[in-house]
């Protein structure tokens, strides 16, 4: 049974950093892409940041130069660092993968980004 497991979301200030963690299990991992998508409240589920299994990355332009996405495929974990967070990354976050031609999501951690 393919499970992704999300944890490290809160509720931080403007400015501070987040760091997101998803762990897959019961699949391979390596050799899929990897994603991060988001929804805030009344809003469109959004990809945030993608990580292929080469290590390249794509991210949405409001996250850029403050969003980092990585993987540790020995761990079968996927990150999300999130610096200078603001108010309008306000959302629940998910990991996704298209894991054995199927789309496996996670939870959801919720990070809220408030003075």
């Known amino acids: 049974q393919v499970q992704l497991v999300e944890s490290g979301g809160g509720l931080v200030q403007p400015g501070g950093s987040l760091r997101l963690s998803c762990v897959v299990s019961?699949?391979?991992?390596?050799?899929?892409?990897m994603d991060w998508y988001r929804q805030a409240p009344g809003k469109q589920r959004e990809l945030v940041a993608a990580?292929?299994?080469?290590?390249?990355?794509n991210y949405i332009d409001s996250v850029k130069g403050r969003f980092t996405i990585s993987r540790d495929n020995a761990k079968k974990t996927v990150y999300l660092q999130m610096d200078s967070l603001k108010p309008e990354d306000t959302a629940v976050y998910y990991c996704?993968?298209?894991?054995?031609?199927?789309?496996?999501w996670g939870q959801g951690t919720q990070v809220t980004v408030s003075s």
């Open positions: 990580i292929t299994s080469t290590g390249s990355t």
């Open positions: 019961g699949s391979i991992f390596s050799i899929y892409t």
């Open positions: 996704h993968g298209d894991l054995l031609l199927k789309a496996y």
